[in-house]
């Protein structure tokens, strides 16, 4: 196995967009369901998630692609 550190940032990248996913999941089934939570917690566990799925793997794509030569 190589030691390629592209196929480091590819599954950081998606282990990023689905850690997001869960978040904004999780975040609903608290603004729908309570489960004793305040709805503040819901709504920024959805934010947090879709800032995490959309914004942020391209700001890490952004930040780790190679210099051109």
């Known amino acids: 196995m190589s030691n390629?550190?592209?196929?480091?940032?590819f599954f950081?990248?998606?282990?990023?967009?689905?850690?997001g996913v869960l978040m904004v999941l999780a975040g609903l089934v608290?603004?729908?369901?309570?489960?004793g939570l305040p709805p503040?917690?819901?709504y920024g566990l959805l934010a947090g998630g879709?800032?995490?799925?959309?914004a942020?793997?391209?700001v890490l794509a952004r930040r780790w692609r190679s210099p051109r030569p």
Not at 12 to 19: D, F, G, Q, S
Not at 30 to 35: A, K, L, N, S, Y
């Open 4 to 9: 390629d550190p592209a196929m480091g940032r």
């Open 12 to 19: 950081a990248i998606h282990a990023l967009r689905i850690i």
């Open 30 to 35: 608290i603004v729908e369901r309570g489960f």
């Open 40 to 42: 503040v917690l819901g």
């Open 50 to 54: 879709l800032v995490a799925v959309l």
């Open 56 to 58: 942020l793997p391209t």
